[in-house]
């Protein structure tokens, strides 16, 4: 994509043109989107489970490319939303200031400084031609309101907008119009992506935040468009916790949570870390791993000190091990050591694809903090192991240097 030359990461207008043709192509929307067919350039190994083609599959064997690739840098245009019943509270600059350097910040611990992703912006209020009531706009929304939303939003920028310079596009409304509705953020992808100023929109980020809005919000958002999924449990009828799959661990399980540097296998996904970072283990037997925390910065000149143990457990799952510390994204994180979880590339979205092990049963920590304090203190400290019988996987965690590695015992039965 040509790249935006506008100083200060402020989007560029451009001349106004016909808006006819976008606004017919916009003509079915969905929230869901199958993955499409993947090319070999993903990292590699025994150990990288098969992309399935379940909705955001955890398979990292090949990278999907209706996604782009969170490796370098990636533009992302914002565009401010307004109503006609209701004047704005708040400037375009302070709700862009809610979000970044934010944002990008935390991708860029979280990818070693691998991925820049650089926010443009307009700084001024487009409206909308009709109030936000009349989009009844809400979570589970209803899919023709929400198509009506999407063709007024891109008809508004038309004309203001070169899509073609951003690879990432946040549609922001004013928080304060009546009718917005906080809960309603979310990823939109579209079941007929627009060809618009020579580029193809295949989703885009709805942004209903309050002011300030949710930490880690559009972190967790954007992760979507970067082919993550949800890693929450949606409670039958609303009833239980959203948070038994993962609990504070990664932020598409919950943008609150205290860990939420991404998992090592989502790093790994996203090519963040590679294969000479990640030990993988196939056959039955014990072996002795030294790993270095998730967290910690990257060696200069490269870094082939391993990060994630992976164990093959079957065509379509894997044991993953890594070290959390108190740095970088998980400075907030309720206890430190080895996590163990598991990870299923055949699971959708919000299935379940991966869990996280529970490496002390029975017990709690960080209450009033934590999203989920049973598995607040998951991880296992020095001398303590976790045997899964369903995977026929033993990790024992054999000791901790001053430098802050671990050592750890993997048993494959």
Same mark, same amino acid.
């Given at each position: 994509?040509?790249?935006?030359?506008?100083?200060?990461?402020?989007?560029?207008?451009?001349?106004?043109?016909?808006?006819?043709?976008?606004?017919?192509?916009?003509?079915?929307?969905?929230?869901?989107?199958?993955?499409?067919?993947?090319?070999?350039?993903?990292?590699?190994?025994?150990?990288?489970?098969?992309?399935?083609?379940?909705?955001?599959?955890?398979?990292?064997?090949?990278?999907?490319?209706?996604?782009?690739?969170?490796?370098?840098?990636?533009?992302?245009?914002?565009?401010?939303?307004?109503?006609?019943?209701?004047?704005?509270?708040?400037?375009?600059?302070?709700?862009?200031?809610?979000?970044?350097?934010?944002?990008?910040?935390?991708?860029?611990?979280?990818?070693?400084?691998?991925?820049?992703?650089?926010?443009?912006?307009?700084?001024?209020?487009?409206?909308?031609?009709?109030?936000?009531?009349?989009?009844?706009?809400?979570?589970?929304?209803?899919?023709?309101?929400?198509?009506?939303?999407?063709?007024?939003?891109?008809?508004?920028?038309?004309?203001?907008?070169?899509?073609?310079?951003?690879?990432?596009?946040?549609?922001?409304?004013?928080?304060?119009?009546?009718?917005?509705?906080?809960?309603?953020?979310?990823?939109?992808?579209?079941?007929?992506?627009?060809?618009?100023?020579?580029?193809?929109?295949?989703?885009?980020?709805?942004?209903?935040?309050?002011?300030?809005?949710?930490?880690?919000?559009?972190?967790?958002?954007?992760?979507?468009?970067?082919?993550?999924?949800?890693?929450?449990?949606?409670?039958?009828?609303?009833?239980?916790?959203?948070?038994?799959?993962? @609990?504070?661990?990664?932020?598409?399980?919950?943008?609150?949570?205290?860990?939420?540097?991404?998992?090592?296998?989502?790093?790994?996904?996203? @090519?963040?870390?590679?294969?000479?970072?990640?030990?993988?283990?196939?056959?039955?037997?014990?072996?002795?791993?030294?790993?270095?925390?998730?967290?910690?910065?990257?060696?200069?000149?490269?870094?082939?000190?391993?990060?994630?143990?992976?164990?093959?457990?079957?065509?379509?799952?894997?044991?993953?091990?890594?070290?959390?510390?108190?740095?970088?994204?998980?400075?907030?994180?309720?206890?430190?050591?080895?996590?163990?979880?598991?990870?299923?590339?055949?699971?959708?979205?919000?299935?379940?694809?991966?869990?996280?092990?529970?490496?002390?049963?029975?017990?709690? @920590?960080?209450?009033?903090?934590?999203?989920?304090?049973?598995?607040?203190?998951?991880?296992?400290?020095?001398?303590?192991?976790?045997?899964?019988?369903?995977?026929?996987?033993?990790?024992?965690?054999?000791?901790?240097?001053?430098?802050?590695?671990?050592?750890? @015992?993997?048993?494959?039965?």
């Amino acid at each position: 994509m040509v790249r935006p030359q506008t100083p200060m990461g402020v989007a560029r207008p451009r001349r106004p043109r016909r808006v006819g043709a976008v606004l017919t192509s916009l003509c079915a929307i969905a929230t869901t989107v199958v993955a499409g067919p993947a090319h070999a350039v993903g990292p590699g190994g025994p150990c990288a489970l098969p992309r399935s083609q379940v909705h955001h599959s955890e398979g990292l064997d090949t990278w999907n490319p209706a996604y782009p690739r969170p490796v370098g840098r990636l533009d992302a245009v914002m565009i401010f939303l307004s109503f006609p019943d209701s004047r704005p509270e708040v400037t375009p600059e302070r709700l862009a200031a809610d979000h970044f350097p934010a944002t990008s910040r935390f991708f860029e611990r979280a990818s070693y400084g691998r991925f820049e992703l650089r926010a443009h912006p307009m700084n001024r209020w487009l409206r909308m031609p009709r109030s936000a009531t009349a989009y009844r706009i809400q979570r589970d929304w209803d899919g023709d309101r929400r198509s009506e939303y999407l063709r007024d939003a891109i008809a508004a920028a038309e004309g203001n907008v070169d899509f073609s310079r951003y690879d990432l596009v946040y549609f922001v409304a004013d928080p304060d119009a009546p009718g917005v509705d906080s809960d309603a953020t979310k990823v939109v992808n579209l079941d007929h992506p627009v060809q618009i100023d020579g580029a193809t929109l295949r989703r885009v980020v709805t942004v209903f935040e309050h002011h300030p809005p949710d930490r880690n919000v559009l972190a967790h958002e954007t992760g979507h468009v970067l082919d993550l999924p949800d890693l929450y449990h949606r409670p039958t009828e609303g009833k239980g916790d959203w948070d038994t799959h993962v @609990g504070d661990w990664d932020l598409m399980g919950s943008q609150f949570g205290l860990a939420s540097d991404p998992f090592g296998w989502h790093k790994w996904k996203l @090519g963040w870390l590679t294969s000479r970072q990640v030990a993988c283990v196939r056959g039955r037997g014990s072996s002795l791993h030294t790993l270095q925390p998730l967290e910690a910065p990257m060696l200069p000149g490269g870094d082939s000190r391993t990060r994630m143990v992976v164990v093959r457990t079957g065509p379509t799952s894997a044991i993953a091990v890594e070290a959390r510390s108190a740095a970088g994204n998980d400075a907030a994180t309720c206890s430190e050591g080895v996590l163990v979880y598991r990870v299923r590339s055949d699971l959708a979205s919000g299935s379940g694809p991966i869990q996280v092990l529970d490496g002390h049963p029975g017990r709690q @920590g960080c209450w009033g903090e934590s999203v989920y304090p049973a598995l607040a203190d998951a991880p296992l400290a020095v001398g303590e192991s976790l045997r899964s019988e369903a995977d026929g996987v033993r990790v024992t965690v054999r000791g901790r240097t001053a430098a802050g590695s671990w050592t750890i @015992g993997v048993t494959r039965e």
